[in-house]
């Protein structure tokens, strides 16, 4: 039989243990102030460090490993090394208020941690951990490591949750459920080693995360970005070749708008453009399409809870429609709750989470009895069985009796020619209950009298914007997601209760 590079995969149990048969010079380049090319042998030989430099820090099989810090090689290297040595990694989002991450450190039992020197105050000074800006080279123990022994159900790591309502919820990963996912990604990207993989997300998040993992564990190039810009996503897209971008629709959104950037930049040389983790809509693939005009759009789907793959081809070989996610990939279950072609997404895989950490009683309401998985996901079958993203179900709000998915108004409001990006949410209202109110980011001179004729004529009455703002972009959450919550706020304070 063919040994391919990444036939390691179906033997390793460790999530850490991902060194591909098949070295390279480049196999990270970090996007900084002064780019960084790593090979294969510096990058795992350093991962392999890691683990062996917390084995003189007296830790218990099991014990939590938290990171906080900025993207950064070291970062991926420290992920796999704790892993690798048995223990579970606690990757945590930097942006969070002091007081949540004592939160967290103390609800996942942080008993150790990276810490990125511009976040040292962050992290409690009852947990021991190492500055990777002053004490990494100390910290690092060269030399060979065996990778612990693990069972595919044991933890490999825990990524909380954003939080927008509440506290952030944990979500421990297993060794197995990740390696499934890795391993379906390659089963289904014949040739992936020879890519070279961009990822710009913040690496607390699984999309990024999740794209370092498949890359590196299949040998092909990943170029990881410090810190998500527009204009440097372009860039380095074009200077490093690369030729698989994954991104949020807002990444792509936001780089679209980057005129003087796509200008000097030659992207020809991408062949794939993944988006994922939010929807999108046609003028955005449309745009997207003629500023990448060698690459297969791919609409990706996964969430931390379940894992990051669900969706892919057609198993008759149907194409995909351009909007849609796919159809149900082997070895994932998929159900729409209630039944019929419409409704709330129900997933059942062997990456789902075995329950919210110390919260059993929000586990129950999303995972039942038989592992089945209820996303909040709203969307669509069509009659070959391909499934469409349509909203979060807990994005909606009622105007009047009326049910209203802010995701379809901005889809609608983005069709008009003068329209770059929106985002609609609701604002209080004593008769109607709420009313949605935009946020536009214009392409061209348009009014707000002209974008809401334009709403009414295209929609139902009910769902048009009472009031558009415009903005010169669209502020972003940690994941590079529109920021809902922070546009919400804005609404509410420009017009409190008074909208009509």
Same mark, same amino acid.
């Given at each position: 039989?063919?040994v391919?590079p990444?036939?390691?995969?179906?033997?390793?149990r460790?999530?850490?243990?991902?060194?591909?048969?098949r070295?390279?010079?480049?196999?990270?380049?970090?996007?900084?102030e002064?780019?960084?090319?790593?090979?294969?042998?510096t990058?795992?030989?350093?991962v392999?460090?890691?683990a062996?430099?917390?084995?003189?820090?007296?830790?218990k099989?099991?014990?939590?490993?938290?990171?906080?810090s900025a993207?950064?090689?070291?970062? *991926?290297?420290?992920? !796999?090394?704790?892993?690798? &040595? +048995?223990?579970?990694? #606690?990757?945590? =989002?930097?942006?969070? /208020?002091?007081?949540t991450?004592?939160?967290?450190?103390?609800d996942s039992?942080?008993?150790f941690?990276?810490?990125?020197?511009?976040f040292?105050?962050?992290?409690?000074?009852?947990?021991p951990?190492?500055?990777?800006?002053?004490d990494?080279?100390?910290?690092?123990?060269?030399?060979?490591?065996?990778?612990?022994?693990?069972?595919?159900?044991?933890d490999?790591?825990?990524?909380?949750?954003?939080?927008?309502t509440?506290?952030?919820?944990?979500?421990?990963?297993?060794?197995?459920?990740?390696?499934?996912?890795?391993?379906?990604?390659?089963?289904?990207?014949?040739?992936?080693?020879?890519?070279?993989?961009?990822a710009?997300?913040?690496?607390?998040?699984?999309?990024? *995360?999740?794209?370092? !993992?498949?890359?590196?564990? &299949? +040998?092909?190039?990943? #170029?990881?970005? =410090?810190?998500?810009? /527009?204009?440097?996503?372009?860039a380095?897209?074009?200077r490093?070749?690369v030729?698989l971008?994954?991104?949020?629709?807002t990444?792509?959104?936001?780089?679209?708008?980057?005129?003087?950037?796509?200008?000097?930049?030659?992207l020809?040389?991408?062949?794939?453009?993944?988006?994922?983790?939010?929807?999108?809509?046609?003028?955005?693939?449309?745009?997207?399409?003629?500023?990448?005009?060698?690459?297969?759009?791919n609409?990706g789907y996964?969430?931390?809870e379940?894992?990051?793959?669900?969706?892919?081809?057609?198993?008759?070989?149907?194409?995909?429609?351009?909007?849609?996610?796919?159809?149900?990939?082997?070895?994932?279950d998929?159900?729409?709750?209630?039944?019929?072609?419409?409704?709330?997404?129900?997933?059942?895989?062997? &990456?789902?989470?075995r329950?919210?950490?110390?919260?059993?009683?929000?586990?129950?309401?999303v995972?039942?009895?038989?592992?089945?998985?209820?996303?909040?996901?709203?969307?669509?079958?069509?009659?070959?069985g391909?499934?469409?993203?349509?909203?979060?179900?807990?994005?909606?709000?009622?105007?009047?009796?009326?049910?209203?998915?802010?995701?379809?108004?901005?889809?609608?409001i983005?069709?008009?020619?003068?329209?770059?990006?929106?985002?609609?949410?609701?604002?209080?209202d004593?008769?109607?209950?709420?009313?949605?109110?935009?946020?536009?980011?214009?392409?061209?001179d348009v009014?707000?009298?002209?974008?809401?004729?334009?709403?009414?004529?295209?929609?139902?009455a009910?769902?048009h914007?009472?009031?558009?703002?415009?903005l010169?972009?669209?502020?972003?959450?940690?994941?590079n997601?529109?920021?809902r919550?922070a546009?919400?706020?804005?609404?509410m304070?420009?017009?409190?209760?008074?909208?009509?």
């Amino acid at each position: 039989m063919r040994v391919t590079p990444t036939s390691y995969l179906t033997r390793t149990r460790n999530l850490g243990d991902l060194r591909p048969a098949r070295p390279r010079p480049d196999a990270l380049i970090e996007v900084a102030e002064a780019d960084r090319i790593l090979s294969t042998a510096t990058f795992f030989d350093t991962v392999d460090a890691v683990a062996r430099g917390l084995g003189r820090h007296g830790l218990k099989p099991g014990a939590r490993v938290a990171i906080l810090s900025a993207n950064r090689w070291e970062y *991926l290297a420290a992920f !796999l090394g704790i892993m690798k &040595a +048995g223990y579970v990694a #606690v990757p945590l =989002n930097q942006k969070l /208020a002091r007081d949540t991450l004592t939160w967290i450190f103390s609800d996942s039992e942080v008993a150790f941690a990276f810490v990125e020197a511009q976040f040292a105050d962050m992290c409690p000074t009852t947990v021991p951990s190492i500055d990777l800006d002053r004490d990494w080279a100390d910290f690092l123990d060269p030399g060979p490591f065996t990778a612990a022994q693990v069972t595919e159900a044991d933890d490999a790591l825990i990524l909380y949750t954003s939080g927008s309502t509440s506290r952030p919820k944990g979500v421990p990963l297993s060794h197995g459920g990740h390696l499934w996912a890795i391993r379906t990604r390659l089963e289904g990207s014949p040739g992936y080693e020879e890519q070279r993989v961009i990822a710009a997300a913040p690496l607390y998040h699984m999309n990024a *995360l999740f794209t370092a !993992l498949v890359a590196l564990a &299949a +040998g092909a190039s990943f #170029v990881l970005m =410090n810190a998500f810009s /527009a204009a440097g996503f372009v860039a380095a897209i074009s200077r490093h070749r690369v030729s698989l971008v994954t991104s949020v629709p807002t990444m792509i959104a936001l780089a679209l708008r980057e005129t003087e950037a796509l200008a000097s930049a030659d992207l020809s040389c991408v062949k794939v453009l993944g988006m994922g983790s939010a929807p999108t809509t046609e003028k955005l693939l449309e745009d997207a399409r003629a500023a990448f005009p060698n690459a297969r759009i791919n609409l990706g789907y996964g969430t931390t809870e379940s894992g990051p793959c669900a969706f892919g081809a057609h198993p008759d070989g149907l194409p995909k429609p351009p909007a849609a996610l796919g159809y149900p990939l082997a070895g994932v279950d998929v159900r729409i709750a209630g039944g019929g072609d419409d409704g709330i997404l129900e997933l059942r895989t062997p &990456a789902v989470t075995r329950g919210y950490l110390n919260l059993p009683q929000k586990t129950a309401e999303v995972i039942d009895a038989e592992g089945w998985y209820s996303t909040g996901d709203l969307v669509h079958r069509d009659e070959n069985g391909f499934y469409f993203f349509v909203g979060r179900h807990d994005n909606m709000f009622t105007c009047g009796g009326e049910n209203i998915y802010p995701e379809n108004v901005e889809q609608m409001i983005e069709a008009h020619p003068m329209v770059r990006q929106s985002c609609v949410v609701p604002v209080p209202d004593d008769l109607k209950g709420f009313k949605p109110v935009a946020f536009v980011v214009r392409s061209g001179d348009v009014s707000e009298d002209e974008l809401k004729r334009f709403a009414l004529a295209n929609g139902p009455a009910y769902q048009h914007p009472r009031q558009i703002f415009f903005l010169e972009k669209l502020p972003l959450a940690g994941t590079n997601k529109v920021d809902r919550k922070a546009l919400q706020r804005l609404a509410m304070a420009e017009l409190g209760e008074a909208v009509s």
